[in-house]
């Protein structure tokens, strides 16, 4: 429909908020996407990337584009997870159990948002009376993995993230291809 067709129609549309947008959307715009019980936590465990003991991360939005990614981190140990430094912002939500950094007096409790800036430098622990965390972490940029004086150990980004979710896709029988629904 045209815009002067849809002018034309406007007198039998009652209240025009109500109708859908009627043009094409924008060419180069990108399919949108739909994660359905993204935050379930009894989701399918077929969707829970391990990456090392006790933890594991379920893929929700992989930007190869843009260079970000969205997952939920699942962690079922406590203890030291890693030190790292932020190439990016991070902005991290707290779904379940508790988590804290060792450079700083708060703790990240269920409901609780952290924003991390780029260039921070901080070790992830998981408190010892917590049988499960579970953290939203919306990353830009990535991981470098550091010693305590801040010699660079290994990296991780989107790109480390996708292609970790389609070996295990692959491994369990989803195909590899299954990944795809999270790239944008
Ligand atoms: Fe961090």
Redesign the pocket.
């Known amino acids: 429909m045209t815009k002067t067709e849809i002018e034309r129609a406007a007198p039998r549309v009652p209240d025009r908020l109500k109708i859908a947008y009627q043009l094409p959307q924008a060419y180069g715009v990108k399919v949108e996407i739909l994660i359905k019980d993204a935050l379930d936590p009894d989701c399918d465990e077929r969707l829970w990337v391990p990456q090392g003991e006790g933890v594991a991360f379920r893929p929700l939005v992989m930007s190869a584009s843009h260079g970000y990614f969205v997952n939920i981190l699942r962690v079922r140990k406590a203890g030291v997870l890693s030190r790292?430094r932020?190439a990016g912002p991070?902005v991290a939500t707290t779904l379940r159990g508790k988590w804290r950094y060792l450079e700083h007096d708060w703790i990240a409790e269920e409901g609780d948002l952290a924003f991390?800036p780029p260039g921070e430098v901080?070790t992830?622990v998981v408190p010892d009376d917590v049988a499960e965390m579970m953290t939203l972490f919306h990353v830009t940029g990535g991981y470098i993995y550091v010693d305590p004086f801040g010699e660079a150990l290994a990296y991780e980004d989107v790109f480390t993230k996708i292609a970790a979710m389609r070996r295990h896709f692959d491994a369990v029988g989803l195909g590899a291809a299954y990944a795809d629904r999270f790239i944008v």
Do not use: A, F, K, T
């Open positions: 790292h932020h991070v991390e901080h992830l």
